[in-house]
């Protein structure tokens, strides 16, 4: 399997910021050999097009995604986005359950499930985030939680569709600056937990095709002990990624796991 390696711009960078990161990142992306590697950039709405438009003109094998998305289309819906709007432009990928969605927009395991059907249904790729919160984390019901997030956000997705499936687990408690980056062994214990709800929900052979990234309070200092675990397949980045020398330097780092 490739090495997944993303970064999701979150609410941080206007269009001007945003031609500034791609027009940087970009010639750097040039000079590497990403043969191995799955790397992805999830800008705001607003910003995609011109995203998509430099990368497709620079020709380099980096992969844009949305942060959101509608689950329907064509209907009166004032201020949302749907998957057909995402795929014009078009988008590579579309995040779906990011916490902060789940947290601050109130977003059920239910809609995470109809926005990645929708998403799958128009061929593009979906980046489903599941995680336990804090209390959960405390209550010690954390693995009961990831089990539901992972079998409602998959529920009746078709086998055939498990390809363009990429799971990122970000335990809520870890992200952002006041996230407290978890134990690599407690990572490792619920990356085994969710490949075993993979498998069971699925057979051994099509839940393998899935990858599993690992989120929250990734750097450079703790790149390596996250990516050497067994069933981390990649690493899902916000504030590590946000300026283009930091990004090339993981997608360095990351060449041992390749
Ligand atoms: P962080 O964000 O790396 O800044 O903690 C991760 C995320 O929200 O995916």
Same mark, same amino acid.
């Given at each position: 399997m490739k090495f997944y390696l993303g970064t999701n711009w979150k609410m941080h960078r206007t269009n001007t910021e945003a031609v500034h990161y791609i027009t940087e990142f970009l010639p750097l992306l040039? /000079?590497?050999?990403?043969?191995r590697h799955y790397l992805f950039v999830i800008p705001s709405f607003t910003s995609l097009q011109l995203v998509r438009n430099a990368v497709t003109e620079a020709a380099v094998p980096l992969k844009v995604g949305a942060q959101n998305v509608h689950? /329907?289309? $064509?209907?009166?819906?004032? $201020?949302e986005i749907s998957v057909r709007i995402l795929a014009d432009i078009p988008v590579d990928l579309v995040e779906i359950g990011h916490s902060e969605r789940r947290q601050?927009?109130? /977003?059920?395991d239910l809609e995470v499930n109809r926005k990645a059907r929708a998403v799958l249904g128009h061929g593009l790729s979906a980046l489903i985030c599941v995680g336990e919160n804090g209390a959960e984390k405390e209550k010690g019901i954390g693995s009961q939680a990831l089990e539901r997030q992972v079998r409602s956000g998959l529920d009746c997705i078709p086998p055939g569709d498990l390809s363009r499936v990429m799971l990122a687990y970000e335990p809520t408690w870890a992200i952002g600056v006041v996230g407290k980056p978890a134990d690599p062994t407690y990572v490792q214990e619920k990356h085994a937990a969710i490949r075993e709800t993979l498998n069971n929900m699925y057979s051994v052979e099509i839940a393998a095709e899935v990858p599993l990234l690992y989120g929250g309070s990734v750097n450079r200092l703790n790149f390596r002990s996250y990516a050497e675990?067994?069933?981390?397949d990649g690493l899902f980045v916000g504030r590590?990624?946000?300026?283009p020398q930091s990004f090339l330097e993981l997608i360095g780092m990351s060449r041992a796991f390749v």
């Open positions: 040039r /000079e590497q050999d990403l043969s689950w /329907e289309d $064509g209907v009166e819906a004032t $201020g601050k927009f109130g /977003e059920t675990i067994a069933h981390v590590a990624a946000w300026n």
